[in-house]
């Protein structure tokens, strides 16, 4: 069963912050925040993920609050590439991931 | 350095009909997993390997699937007799012990 819930469409201007939700209120002490995004036809893409601290690679940020029951995914500048399906997971100590059905971004010209 | 490969991409049979679909792993992942994704839906887990063990075969319907992973590298699933709710996208996924996944491109099997 899914772990998480986030909303099931967003859209997004290009050029512009996406930022997408996550919530998780039911997650452990020791379970990690997984992003993975799928863009249609292909497999899931590992995105960002995070315990306590917020995080930043070359793709996003991921903004952990701090009770951990929530987060955030920013795509600082939206590109229409990043049309996809965004996964918030939360990965169990068995290195388990349950999938939800995930948030649709499109990014609008 | 290569992905996660699968084979084949596309797949179309007829129901009754056997299928296999193939996975290489990411070289030195030690944990392979099979997905099932219906369309609208997030991935599900059918199958977890440690090595050449199935550590999480929980979720595999083993009436008519199965799967193995001889030498703890490659790994094939294979579904005898296909039946039209078979229908989906599987998934292959490779990763260390703990750690992000990585999936390859993944199988859409469609059964008439």
């Known amino acids: 069963d899914a772990k998480t819930t986030q909303p099931p469409s967003m859209d997004c201007a290009e050029g512009r912050a996406a930022n997408l939700p996550c919530n998780h209120s039911t997650i452990s002490g020791n379970e990690y925040v997984y992003w993975y995004r799928q863009i249609h036809s292909q497999g899931p893409q590992y995105i960002i993920h995070?315990?306590?601290n917020n995080e930043t690679n070359e793709m996003a940020s991921l903004i952990i609050t701090e009770d951990r029951k929530s987060s955030t995914l920013i795509l600082p500048h939206a590109t229409l590439r990043d049309t996809a399906v965004y996964y918030c997971?939360?990965?169990?100590?068995?290195?388990?991931?349950?999938f939800g059905t995930g948030t649709s971004l499109t990014v609008i010209p | 350095e290569a992905g996660v490969v699968q084979s084949p991409r596309y797949k179309i049979i007829e129901k009754k009909q056997p299928v296999a679909f193939w996975c290489n792993p990411i070289?030195?992942?030690?944990?392979l997993y099979w997905y099932l994704q219906n369309l609208g839906q997030g991935p599900e887990l059918l199958i977890r390997?440690?090595?050449?063990?199935?550590?999480?075969d929980s979720q595999l319907p083993k009436d008519r699937f199965s799967a193995e992973r001889l030498k703890g590298v490659d790994s094939t699933l294979k579904i005898q007799p296909a039946e039209l709710g078979d229908s989906a996208v599987y998934l292959c996924?490779?990763?260390?012990?703990?750690?992000?996944?990585?999936f390859g491109p993944g199988t859409r099997l469609t059964v008439l």
């Open positions: 390997y440690e090595n050449e063990e199935a550590v999480d």
């Open positions: 995070g315990l306590k």
């Open positions: 070289s030195g992942h030690n944990t």
């Open positions: 997971i939360v990965r169990d100590t068995g290195n388990q991931f349950y």
């Open positions: 996924a490779s990763s260390l012990e703990t750690g992000g996944q990585y």
